[in-house]
């Protein structure tokens, strides 16, 4: 079941990326969320082609990455508190979720502990959703310049998550916004930063963000069914 899901998934990613525009040929990292979901299925998933794990909680994360006999890349894709930076650098290749200057001091110190240059993504709210973390696109630029001066962490892009509309459509403008701010963040001149992740795409909104320009998706549900609490 799981790898007929993710085969399907897959096969919506590529039609998707033909209906992008020209300008858009990056390829599609798929993330598969394993939150709330057992190690069994993270094999069976893995054992079917997932290369790449994603992760809200330390905790859980922790667990799983203590138990996991299969080599994988680890993204913490969750809000993360600034006392969890120091357990998230032991664990997570790209934490998704830096969210102000505060946590990105942090993870460089912590990154600078273990002798580490931390893989990050800056978290930006677009919508401005109160129930959602991330920068507002005013401070954005401010943000990732001096995260880009942190000497034990590496900028490699951005993550949004849009709203959850109940027409997933409207999910478009935003997506397409949060890659002219992406493209123009490419174009700046950075001291080490690699701007090449747009990590934006969930369960049911994935294909719209595929055609508007991500390079990254984050699908759980769609891989491994409902979660079980």
């Known amino acids: 079941m799981i790898e007929e899901k993710l085969h399907e998934v897959e096969a919506n990613i590529a039609t998707s990326m033909k209906n992008r525009s020209e300008d858009c040929q990056d390829d599609v990292l798929l993330i598969a969320v394993t939150k709330n979901h057992?190690?069994?299925?993270?094999?069976?998933?893995?054992?079917?082609?997932?290369?790449?794990?994603?992760?809200?909680r330390i905790q859980e994360a922790k667990e799983k990455y203590e138990?996991?006999?299969?080599?994988?890349?680890?993204?913490?894709?969750?809000?993360?508190?600034?006392?969890?930076?120091?357990?998230?650098?032991?664990?997570?290749?790209?934490?998704h979720s830096v969210d102000s200057l505060h946590l990105a001091k942090a993870l460089n110190?912590?990154?600078?502990?273990?002798?580490?240059?931390?893989?990050?993504?800056?978290?930006?709210?677009?919508?401005?959703?109160?129930?959602?973390?991330?920068?507002?696109e005013d401070g954005l630029e401010e943000l990732l310049h001096q995260v880009d001066e942190m000497d034990n962490?590496?900028?490699?892009?951005?993550?949004?998550i849009a709203p959850n509309y109940e027409n997933v459509e409207d999910c478009r403008p935003l997506f397409a916004n949060m890659k002219k701010i992406y493209d123009h963040i490419k174009e700046i001149s950075w001291q080490k930063a690699n701007i090449k992740y747009l990590s934006m795409g969930m369960t049911h909104d994935y294909t719209?963000?595929?055609?508007?320009?991500?390079?990254?998706?984050?699908?759980?549900?769609?891989?491994?069914?409902p979660r079980q609490y």
């Open 67 to 95: 138990t996991l006999d299969r080599k994988v890349t680890w993204h913490l894709i969750g809000h993360l508190q600034t006392n969890k930076a120091k357990q998230a650098v032991k664990i997570f290749d790209l934490i």
């Open 109 to 136: 110190k912590a990154a600078a502990g273990i002798n580490k240059v931390q893989k990050v993504l800056v978290q930006v709210n677009l919508a401005h959703e109160d129930s959602k973390s991330g920068i507002y």
């Open 38 to 56: 057992d190690i069994h299925a993270m094999r069976q998933a893995i054992d079917a082609g997932v290369t790449d794990i994603g992760e809200n």
């Open 153 to 160: 962490l590496q900028l490699m892009g951005l993550m949004c």
């Open 208 to 225: 719209i963000a595929v055609e508007e320009g991500a390079n990254v998706v984050r699908v759980g549900t769609g891989i491994f069914g």
